[in-house]
């Protein structure tokens, strides 16, 4: 049976990880589109066979 000591190391393990992973999507939520503002349209070629 597991002590109470080892449990509460597992626990902070568990919310030390839970928090970096958090932390870094919400990083990643922060910064803009790397391809914002580029867009093309497709224009068919005249030149046809």
């Not at 109470?4 to 870094?24: F, P, R, W, Y």
């Not at 790397?34 to 046809?48: I, K, M, N």
């Amino acid at each position: 049976m597991a002590k109470l000591n080892q449990i509460i190391a597992v626990e902070k393990g568990i919310k030390s990880k839970s928090h970096q992973d958090l932390t870094a999507a919400h990083h990643g939520l922060q910064k803009p589109a790397l391809l914002a503002g580029l867009s093309r349209t497709y224009q068919p070629s005249a030149h046809r066979s």
